[in-house]
């Protein structure tokens, strides 16, 4: 059973920056693709960012290329995601989810999620 922790999420200014941290426990994260989602309230639960179990490949939301990097480091068994520059908009609980399929865009295609970390960005 795989579990996934998030942190590093809080209160942060608009135009300022969070680095997220996601700790998967199990013993293949570097067979994992992964992924992060955010949820608004009253919103659907949306892809925010995803990267290959290699780190090769990576996928970004149109609304935060260029200022979100995600990463990884399999010898830590550990994702992050940089989020730099950021807006009223991107408030949220941020997810971590893992599959061992393809990096996708859409939920359904994730196994595993974390518990989520609430970020929240004044204006």
């Known amino acids: 059973q795989v579990q996934l922790v998030e942190s590093g999420g809080g209160l942060v200014q608009a135009g300022g920056s969070l680095r997220l941290s996601c700790a998967h426990s199990?013993?293949?994260?570097?067979?994992?693709?992964m992924a992060w989602f955010r949820q608004a309230p009253g919103k659907e639960r949306e892809f925010v960012a995803g990267?290959?179990?290699?780190?090769?490949?990576?996928d970004y939301a149109d609304s935060v290329k260029g200022r979100f990097t995600i990463s990884r480091d399999n010898g830590k068994n550990t994702v992050y995601l940089q989020m730099n520059s950021l807006k009223p908009e991107d408030t949220a609980v941020y997810y971590c989810?893992?599959?061992?399929?393809?990096?996708?865009?859409?939920?359904?295609?994730?196994?595993?999620w974390g518990q989520g970390t609430q970020v929240t960005v004044s204006s």
């Open positions: 989810a893992a599959t061992r399929r393809l990096v996708s865009t859409t939920t359904y295609e994730y196994e595993y």
């Open positions: 199990g013993r293949t994260f570097s067979s994992y693709g």
């Open positions: 990267i290959s179990w290699s780190g090769g490949s990576t």
